[in-house]
Structures are given as C-alpha cells and as structure tokens.
C-alpha cells in the first residue's frame, strides 16, 4: 500500500530564508508525487508533480522539490520565503504500478509560517 | 476555462438528518473525487468516479455514498447525520483520460458541513 509522511505539523521560518517542507512516501514502483497548497478557507492549489525525468522539478510561485529515489523523499523548496506563502501544504503520491488505478494519497499537511 | 464549483458552499444541520452535496468539475474531466478534511484527520479520501462508474472508494461507512452523471457533475451524500461528520468536503477533478494518473487535481472551494 502506499502512503506518504510529513514529518513536521508546522515550520516556521524568517521572511527572506529559504524554506524547506518534507515529505517521504513508501510505494511499491516509480512513484507519482504532488505537491499542494491550501490557503484558508480555501480548496487545494497544485503546485508542481514529479512523474519522471529531471528530480528538481520547478512548480508556481517559485516553488521546487527534489525527488529523491534512495531516501525516498520529495521535499518542497523556495529559495527565499513571502509572508504571503503561510498556508497548508499538502504531499501526495499514487502508485502507478500497484494494479488497477490506484487513488491519491496525501500527506496529514504541514503549517508553513513565514515570519516578518 | 472555469474551475470546479462547489454547492452549496455552506450547510447546518442536525443528527440524522441527510445532505447532499454537489460539485461541478472542470470541463472536459471526466474523474471526480471526493475528500473530507477534518483538523483532527487531515484530507480523507471518500471516493472517485469516472464516467459515471466508482472506481475507488475510501474507508468510510455505508452512509457516505455518490454518484456522477452523464455530465461529469457529481453528487455525495451523507445519510443520518452524526456530529463527527461537521468537516469541509472538498471535490477534485482531473484528466479527460482514462490512465492519466499522472495529472494533477483540481479542487473546488470545498462545502463546510456544521452538524449540530
């Protein structure tokens, strides 16, 4: 079964810092791995997906994430964080190679806070 | 190109009354899923369909149902109404195809359910 992990209900970091928000997944093949944003009272905006090729992948708002096949990992990046990124940001990943066609799951979401 | 649109965006109601809630996905989508976002249990997925067939469905009881039209719009509804369902319910749409795993989804504004 696949499943994906963030480890870290809330981050926070200095307007102007980089930031970084983690995310690991378990599946049994080549995975599918989406990143989305939730403003308040707000539905899911997609950011950026990984399906295959290039592991930086470059997504809105100056967003990136880097695949990581042997950690198993797809961390979300920006170079330099806006206040205006605080939000939820969600991780997702579907299995494209357990059988049948397999539903997303996402990540419990993490609070990302961007300080003044 | 309009995006998914939710109905009605809010909604009270007592136990064990029932709801039905609708979602108009993108234009062209033919997947529709539902998901129930909770603070307690994050973004839980209730079901999907394609071309008015379920072809997956989340660990929720018998009350929860759905259904898609010819259309793609979508319908879930919720019978007997228990106090842990108050939560927003967010639907996504996503890929014309049928194998598209791989496209990314795109989410209404949600309906926030209280159940007093």
């Known amino acids: 079964a696949q499943s994906v992990a963030q480890p870290e209900d809330q981050v926070n970091v200095a307007e102007g810092n980089p930031l970084t928000v983690k995310c690991t997944y378990s599946?049994?093949?080549?995975?599918?791995l989406f990143w989305y944003v939730q403003y308040p009272n707000r539905g899911l905006q997609f950011l950026l997906k990984?399906?295959?090729?290039?592991?930086l992948v470059k997504g809105s708002y100056g967003f990136e994430a880097e695949f990581n096949k042997s950690q198993t990992s797809f961390h979300l990046k920006k170079p330099s964080a806006l206040v205006s990124d605080s939000a939820l940001y969600f991780c997702?990943?579907?299995?494209?190679?357990?059988?049948?066609?397999?539903?997303?799951?996402f990540g419990t979401g993490t609070k990302l806070q961007v300080i003044p | 190109k309009a995006g998914v649109t939710q109905t009605p965006r809010y909604l009270i109601k007592t136990r064990g009354q029932q709801v039905t809630l609708s979602c108009s996905p993108i234009?062209?989508?033919?997947?529709v899923s539902w998901y129930q976002q909770t603070p307690g249990q994050g973004l839980q997925f209730l079901f999907e369909?394609?071309?008015?067939?379920?072809?997956n469905k989340g660990n929720f009881p018998g009350r929860f149902s759905g259904r898609q039209f010819s259309n793609s719009r979508s319908e879930m509804n919720v019978s007997t109404l228990e106090l842990g369902d108050s939560a927003l319910y967010l639907c996504?749409?996503?890929?014309?195809?049928?194998?598209?795993?791989?496209?990314?989804?795109?989410f209404g504004p949600g309906t926030r359910l209280t159940v007093l």
């Open positions: 234009s062209g989508h033919r997947s």
């Open positions: 996504a749409s996503s890929s014309p195809w049928e194998t598209s795993g791989y496209n990314e989804q795109f």
């Open positions: 997702a990943v579907r299995d494209p190679n357990s059988g049948g066609y397999q539903k997303v799951t």
């Open positions: 599946v049994s093949g080549n995975p599918y």
């Open positions: 990984y399906i295959t090729g290039d592991n």
């Open positions: 369909y394609f071309s008015e067939t379920q072809r």
